[in-house]
């Protein structure tokens, strides 16, 4: 089992930059991938970046790749997302999960533990 809790989100100007994080507890945390979603208003939830166990291998979606950076601190059981060059589009709740089974399958019925979220909001 693993909790998640998400921070670090909040209201940004266009071209902005936030770091979100992710603490995670539970014994499976450190055989778990993690990933990072994102779902906006009327919208359906959308896998933005993925992270394998040993950070070796990560994975974007097209919408953010080249802007986003995941990584993660395994001693510190915890997973962050550098977001810069924020954009309006950006702006959704965003939410961390773990125990996907493999980093890259970013649909979101791939993955089994879920934080409750964090606002980020670009003007």
């Known amino acids: 089992h693993v909790q998640l809790v998400e921070s670090g989100g909040g209201l940004v100007q266009a071209g902005g930059s936030l770091r979100l994080s992710c603490a995670a507890s539970?014994?499976?945390?450190?055989?778990?991938?993690l990933a990072w979603f994102r779902q906006a208003p009327g919208k359906g939830r959308e896998g933005i970046a993925g992270?394998?166990?040993?950070?070796?291998?990560?994975a974007y979606a097209d919408s953010v790749k080249g802007r986003f950076t995941i990584s993660r601190d395994n001693a510190k059981k915890t997973m962050f997302l550098q977001m810069n060059s924020l954009k309006p589009e950006d702006t959704a709740m965003h939410y961390c999960?773990?125990?996907?089974?493999?980093?890259?399958?970013?649909?979101?019925?791939?993955?089994?533990?879920w934080g409750q979220g964090t606002q980020v909001t670009v003007s």
């Open positions: 999960a773990a125990n996907g089974g493999a980093y890259w399958r970013l649909s979101p019925t791939d993955w089994n533990y």
């Open positions: 539970g014994d499976r945390y450190s055989g778990s991938p």
């Open positions: 992270i394998s166990t040993s950070s070796i291998g990560t």
